[in-house]
Nanobody, 127 residues
C-alpha cells in the first residue's frame, strides 16, 4: 500500500512562487513513477507534470511548461512541484499521484493510469 500526503498549498499573489511537497509512505519509492494533477471545482482533474522513477525524465502540460518543475528526492521519499510566475488560472486543488514502474511515456497524463492519490492541497493565486 502507498500513502501520499501533499502540503505547501496556500494563497499567493500573481507572479509569485510556491513549492508543493508530496510525502510518500509504504512501499519503496523507487517502484513508482509520480505525477501532479490539478482540479478546479466543476471541472475534470487535469495533468500538470510527471517524473519517472529515478527522476531523470520529466514531462509537463503545455500550460505550465517553463514555469513549473517537478523533482523527487528518494532519500526523503518526497516529490516536489516548484511553481513560478503563478497566475490566477493556476488556482486549483493540486493532487499527487503514483503509478507502478512501467513504460513511463504510456498514458502518463491519464488519471486512470495512476493507482494511488493524495488528498490534495489548495493553491489560490490572487490577481
Amino acid at each position: 500500500q502507498v500513502q501520499l500526503a501533499e502540503s505547501g498549498g496556500e494563497l499567493v499573489q500573481a507572479g509569485g512562487s510556491l513549492r508543493l511537497s508530496c510525502a510518500r509512505s509504504g512501499r519503496s519509492f523507487d517502484n513508482y513513477h509520480m505525477g501532479w494533477f490539478r482540479q478546479v471545482p466543476g471541472k475534470e482533474r487535469t495533468f500538470v507534470a510527471a517524473v519517472n522513477w529515478n527522476g531523470e525524465i520529466t514531462l509537463y502540460a503545455d500550460s505550465v511548461k517553463d514555469r513549473f518543475t517537478i523533482s523527487r528526492d528518494s532519500a526523503k521519499n518526497t516529490v516536489y512541484l516548484h511553481m513560478n510566475n503563478l497566475t490566477p488560472d493556476d488556482t486549483a486543488v493540486y493532487y499527487c499521484a503514483a503509478r507502478s514502474v512501467g513504460n513511463f511515456y504510456r498514458n502518463y497524463d491519464s488519471i486512470g493510469r495512476y493507482e494511488y492519490w493524495g488528498q490534495g492541497t489548495q493553491v489560490t493565486v490572487s490577481s
